[in-house]
C-alpha cells in the first residue's frame, strides 16, 4: 500500500539500522512516549534488530492505561444504572476496575455501547430521548478534538440527554513529572507524533532546553521510529538538546490550528491523577464551566463518593514511567495476562504489558522459548 | 426436485402472504407452520430425505457408504448468528450450509446431508426469510449436499436477532485419508488457498457506528470440491483447517498446539487484497486475526507441495494459493513471523473481541 510499505521496507530498514550502528558510540536510553509506537515496535521485532547500545523504554502514552481507577469505577457505577446508555470506545470496556469491568456491567444488563466515533453519542441521544447518555471522553491531545466537536454539538443541538465522563490528559505534562523524577533515567524522547499533529511542537521546545533533552517527533511505522532514533541518537552524540521533526509529512511546527481551537472553546487545564503515576499538575482537560451542563460527574454528583481498590501485584506505575519494563514484572505473564490483567497496561491495545506479552514474551536473547504444551 | 423451483428473486407463495412477518404462530406446531414448512422450507429443500416427514429421517447405510470406498463418518455441528443477516457476497443462509460442509471437508470427508434448525425472531419479514432459504438451497446444490431434517421455532420479538441457523453435517471420509490437526510434523509446508480477512472486513464494514464504502465481498464458499480434487492427488495430507473465527492466526496456533510443533512464516507472504489491508489500516486491526469464509490451510509433506499447489490453482477457490510457512521443531506450540522489516515476532492468539484502536 502507497506511504505504508515504503515505512516497512526490509532493505530499508537494514541499511538505516546499519547507519545507527555506526552513529553510536555510548549507551543511550530513549523512551518513546506513544504507546502506538511501542506495539510498532512489538510487532515489527524491531527492539531485536537496534544496537545494543540503544535501551528503548516505553512511556505513558496509552490512553486506556493511564485513566485513572476512579474514573473507571465511576463509569461502571453509571453504566449500571437503569437511566444510563454508556458509550464509550472499545478498549475501555476490558479495563479492570476495583471489583470489575464495563464488559461485566454489559453482561449483567447494563446498557454499554461500544463506538468508533463520539459523535454517534448525539444520535443515540436523539433516538433515547428517556435516557441519558454517557459518553466516557478519554485519551491525550488525539481525542481531544472530536470530543470536544461533540459537546458543541450536544450544546448548538439542544440535546439535553447527553453528558461526558473526561478524563482527558496532556503528553508535555507527562514529560515535565518524569523529567522532575529522580528514579527516571531517560536521555532523549521520541515524541507522540500524532499528538503532535494535532498540537504542533512548539510546546516542547522549553521543555528539551530546560532539561538538556532532546525530543524528536517521530512517527509510526519502523522506519519513521528508525528515523526518529537516528535523529536522537544523533544530538546525544553530539551534545545537543533540540525539538527536531522526523515525522513531517505529517507534522507541522504549530499543529492543528482549528482543532486546537475547539479544545481550548471546550476544555480547560487542570490537574489529573494517572493511573499508576499519581496527580500530575496541569495534565488533563476538564469541561470549561459553560459546559458544566454535560459533565458526567456534576450531573451524577452520587458518584463523586466511591472508594477504589488498585491491585497490590500491578506494578504498571513503574512500567509508564519508564522505570521497568514488562517482562520485569513478577507477575508478567503469570497472574497477570490480557485474559486476566492486573493493570490497564495489559489490557490496551497501546498497552506496553500488552504488547509484550503478544508479540515478544516467548522470545528470550533473540531465542523462541517453548509453550507449555500440557497445560 | 428441487431444480423444478425457480428461486430466483423469491417472491412470497400466496399462503405465506397474509403474514408479512413472521409471528409466533409460525413456531407454535399448527397450521401456520405448516404452510411455512409446506409453501418455503419443503420446496426450497425438496428431497427425499425430508419428503419422508417423519420425526426422525432414515438413513440408508448402503447409500451412505455406496461409490467411494469411504470407511468412516464425519460428523460435525456449528450454530450461526452473524448480524447483519445479509452482507456483501453473501448471507447467513449461505454461511450456515458452507460453513458445516467446510467443516466436513477439513476431515477429509466428503459431506452428504445436513440438519437445519432455524430460531426466528418475531417480526422478522418474510421476504428476508425467503431470500435466506433460497440461498440455502442454492448454496447445497452447489456444495451437493441434500438437507435431510430441520426445525422451526419462533422466539418473542427482542429474544434473537431476526435468525439464528444451527446446521448439523454428515460426510464420509474416503478410505486412506487420515486428516487430524495432530499431524503436522517439521519439515511439512503450509498453504493457503487465497486472499485472508475478505469476510470480517465484509461485516465490519457494515457494523453500526462503522460504515464505510468498500467492494469488500465475503469470501463465502464450499471448499468441499477444491478438497475433493486435493484428495484425489494424494492422500498425504497431514493437516487441514478452515481460517474463520480468529482468522489464520487462531488456525495456525491451533495447529502449533495439537501438533506440538512450531510454525514459522513471512508475513510478506501472506496474500491480503489492498482493500483489505487498507481497512485493517484505517481501523488497527490485523488481516492475521480476521474471520474468512472461503480460506483454508493445508498442510503436507514438502514433496507433495508442488503437485496440491498446482491442483489448487486450476480452482477457482484456489487459484490465489500460496505457500506461507513451514513445520519446525523448534519452538513448539509457537506460531512466529519473519516481520516485513526482518524482524521476528510470535503470532499469538487473539484475545478476545477485535475491537477498533482509540486513536
Not at chain 1, 443541538?157 to 461526558?164: K, L, S, V, W
Not at chain 1, 519502523?222 to 552524540?237: A, F, N, S, Y
Not at chain 2, 433460497?134 to 447445497?140: D, I, L, N
Amino acid at each position: 500500500m502507497k506511504f505504508l510499505e515504503e515505512y516497512r521496507d526490509a532493505g530499508l530498514t537494514k541499511k538505516l539500522l546499519k547507519d545507527l550502528e555506526k552513529l553510536v558510540s555510548h549507551e543511550w536510553t530513549l523512551m518513546e512516549v506513544c504507546g502506538g509506537q511501542t506495539h510498532s515496535i512489538m510487532r515489527s521485532g524491531l527492539d531485536q534488530m537496534l544496537p545494543s547500545k540503544i535501551n528503548l523504554v516505553h512511556g505513558p502514552g496509552c490512553p486506556v492505561c493511564v485513566t485513572p481507577l476512579e474514573l473507571i469505577d465511576k463509569a461502571i457505577l453509571l453504566a449500571s444504572r437503569p437511566d444510563v446508555i454508556f458509550t464509550s470506545f472499545g478498549d475501555m470496556l476490558r479495563v479492570p476496575g476495583s471489583n470489575k469491568d464495563l464488559f461485566s456491567v454489559k453482561a449483567n444488563g447494563g446498557d454499554v455501547r461500544i463506538l468508533y466515533s463520539p459523535l454517534d453519542s448525539l444520535r443515540i441521544s436523539r433516538e433515547n430521548p428517556d435516557k441519558t447518555v454517557v459518553f466516557f471522553g478519554i485519551g491525550f491531545e488525539t481525542t481531544a478534538p472530536p470530543n470536544a466537536m461533540v459537546v458543541l454539538q450536544a450544546k448548538s443541538q439542544g440535546i439535553h440527554n447527553f453528558a461526558m465522563l473526561v478524563s482527558h490528559v496532556t503528553v508535555p505534562a507527562a514529560i515535565i513529572a518524569l523529567m522532575e523524577s529522580p528514579d527516571v533515567q531517560v536521555d532523549g524522547f521520541l515524541a507522540a507524533g500524532h499528538v503532535c499533529t494535532v498540537m504542533g511542537y512548539w510546546e516542547y521546545e522549553p521543555l528539551a532546553e530546560k532539561y538538556r533533552v532532546p525530543i524528536v517527533v517521530t512517527g509510526f511505522e519502523p522506519v519513521d521510529i528508525i528515523h526518529g532514533i537516528m535523529k536522537c541518537i544523533t544530538q546525544l552524540e553530539r551534545g545537543t538538546f533540540q525539538v527536531e521533526n522526523a515525522y513531517a509529512r505529517s507534522v507541522m511546527r504549530e499543529g492543528n490550528l482549528p482543532a486546537q481551537t475547539v479544545i481550548n472553546r471546550v476544555f480547560e487545564i487542570c490537574d489529573r491523577p494517572w493511573r499508576g503515576i499519581g496527580v500530575i499538575p496541569s495534565s488533563g482537560y476538564r469541561l470549561r464551566p459553560e459546559y458544566s451542563q454535560f459533565d458526567a460527574e456534576v450531573r451524577f454528583p452520587e458518584i463523586q463518593s466511591i472508594e477504589t481498590k488498585e491491585s497490590d501485584l500491578c506494578m504498571s506505575g513503574l512500567v509508564l514511567q519508564g522505570r521497568m519494563k514488562p517482562d520485569q514484572c513478577p507477575t508478567f505473564g503469570k497472574e497477570c495476562t490480557p485474559q486476566t490483567p492486573l493493570g490497564a497496561t495489559m489490557v490496551s491495545s497501546e498497552g506496553a504489558c500488552a504488547a509484550y506479552y503478544r508479540y515478544g514474551r516467548l522470545f528470550q536473547n533473540n531465542k523462541v522459548i517453548n509453550q507449555d504444551l500440557n497445560g | 426436485m428441487a431444480d423444478k423451483v425457480d428461486f430466483s428473486g423469491w417472491t412470497c407463495p400466496r399462503p405465506l402472504q397474509n403474514y408479512p412477518t413472521i409471528v409466533l404462530g409460525h413456531g407454535s406446531g399448527g397450521k401456520m407452520m405448516a404452510d411455512l414448512i409446506q409453501h418455503l422450507f419443503s420446496k426450497a429443500f425438496d428431497n427425499d430425505l425430508l419428503n419422508q416427514m417423519a420425526d426422525s429421517t432414515i438413513l440408508d447405510l448402503s447409500r451412505v457408504f455406496s461409490s467411494n470406498g469411504s470407511d468412516r463418518l464425519a460428523f460435525t455441528t456449528d450454530s450461526f448468528v452473524v448480524s447483519p443477516l445479509v452482507f456483501p457476497g453473501g448471507n447467513i443462509g449461505e454461511l450456515a450450509i458452507y460453513g458445516t460442509v467446510n467443516d466436513l471437508a477439513m476431515s477429509g470427508a466428503i459431506p452428504l446431508y445436513l440438519s437445519a434448525g432455524f430460531i426466528l425472531e418475531e417480526g422478522l419479514p418474510m421476504a428476508t426469510l425467503g431470500e435466506v432459504v433460497t440461498s440455502m438451497s442454492k448454496a447445497c446444490k452447489l456444495a451437493g449436499v441434500e438437507i435431510a431434517t430441520g426445525d422451526t421455532k419462533v422466539v418473542n420479538r427482542g429474544h434473537g436477532d431476526g435468525i439464528y441457523i444451527n446446521t448439523t453435517g454428515i460426510g464420509v471420509i474416503p478410505q486412506g485419508v487420515n486428516i487430524s490437526p495432530k499431524n503436522a510434523r517439521p519439515g511439512d509446508l503450509i498453504l493457503v488457498n487465497g486472499n485472508i480477512g475478505d469476510h470480517g472486513m465484509a461485516i465490519m464494514s457494515l457494523r453500526s457506528g462503522l460504515e464505510f464504502e468498500t467492494t469488500i465481498k465475503s469470501d463465502t464458499a464450499p471448499l468441499n470440491k477444491l478438497v475433493e480434487s486435493i484428495l484425489a492427488g494424494t492422500k498425504e495430507i497431514h493437516c487441514m483447517r478452515d481460517a474463520t473465527r480468529g482468522g489464520l492466526a487462531a488456525v495456525l496456533n491451533e495447529l502449533a498446539y495439537s501438533s506440538k510443533i512450531g510454525i514459522e512464516f513471512d508475513e510478506r507472504s501472506i496474500p491480503v487484497q489492498p482493500e483489505v489491508n487498507a481497512a485493517c489500516e484505517m481501523l488497527g486491526l490485523d488481516p492475521l486475526y480476521i474471520a474468512n469464509e472461503g480460506k483454508f490451510v493445508v498442510v503436507l509433506p514438502e514433496n507433495q507441495a508442488d503437485k496440491v499447489l498446482n491442483t489448487m490453482r486450476e480452482d477457482p477457490l484456489g487459484k490465489g494459493s500460496v505457500i506461507i510457512g513451514k513445520v519446525v521443531e523448534n519452538h513448539p506450540g509457537v506460531v512466529t513471523a519473519r516481520t516485513s522489516i526482518g524482524g521476528m515476532r510470535v503470532v499469538d492468539l487473539p484475545a478476545g473481541e477485535l475491537l477498533p484502536r482509540i486513536c
